[in-house]
């Protein structure tokens, strides 16, 4: 099995990225590959000006393609998910996420953008026909404290991001299960 992680965040390292890097450390330890993109992989131009057919844009194309998952986390400003992955999302197919199972994450300066995830990001990620859009997890500043390129994570999140990854895991090997004969006919 093969999942995309996408860090949202213009800024590297960043709260967003470490509860991706916390994910693919899960992931791999169940023998999922995961292959990590964030925003720094793509040249701001090419975002910029839209270029559907950008080197970096065509390769995350083709990871995708082969992804049975993936993992978004966005930082949270004025209440939405950041526009440089808006403009990545933008330049996806309408189909790109289709037969997917997407799970977000988002982090925010205070509990006041914890509706972030429903109200904002999980309408575009159904408009690319997401399969399975996972409930996600948000983590305020408190609760994920970056120290240089290490964070320290909440217990707090780290439970509720277990949880989402075990079902994450779940739905991904039920896209690989073969479709019994009597349904088939």
Do not use: C
């Not at 093969?2 to 860090?7: H, M, N």
């Not at 949202?8 to 709260?15: A, E, T």
């Not at 990001?121 to 390129?149: M, N, W």
């Amino acid at each position: 099995m093969r999942v995309i992680t996408l860090a949202g965040s213009p800024r590297f390292p960043s709260r967003s990225t470490s509860l991706l890097t916390y994910s693919q450390h899960i992931l791999e330890s169940h023998g999922v590959e995961v292959i990590p993109w964030n925003i720094q992989h793509f040249e701001p131009d090419d975002l910029i000006q839209a270029r559907f057919d950008a080197p970096a844009m065509t390769l995350f194309k083709e990871d995708l393609a082969s992804a049975s998952g993936i993992i978004i986390a966005t930082p949270v400003y004025k209440a939405s998910y950041s526009g440089v992955l808006k403009t990545v999302l933008d330049l996806l197919p309408e189909r790109a996420l289709e037969n997917k199972v997407v799970l977000p994450l988002a982090t925010a300066g205070s509990q006041a953008h914890m509706l972030a995830i429903d109200y904002a990001l999980k309408p575009v990620l159904s408009t690319l026909k997401a399969r399975d859009i996972l409930q996600g997890v948000f983590a305020d500043d408190s609760q994920v404290i970056q120290d240089g390129p290490q964070a320290r994570i909440a217990d707090m999140i780290t439970g509720r991001l277990n949880k989402e990854l075990e079902t994450f895991l779940q739905a991904i090997r039920r896209l690989k299960a073969p479709v019994p004969a009597a349904l088939v006919s």
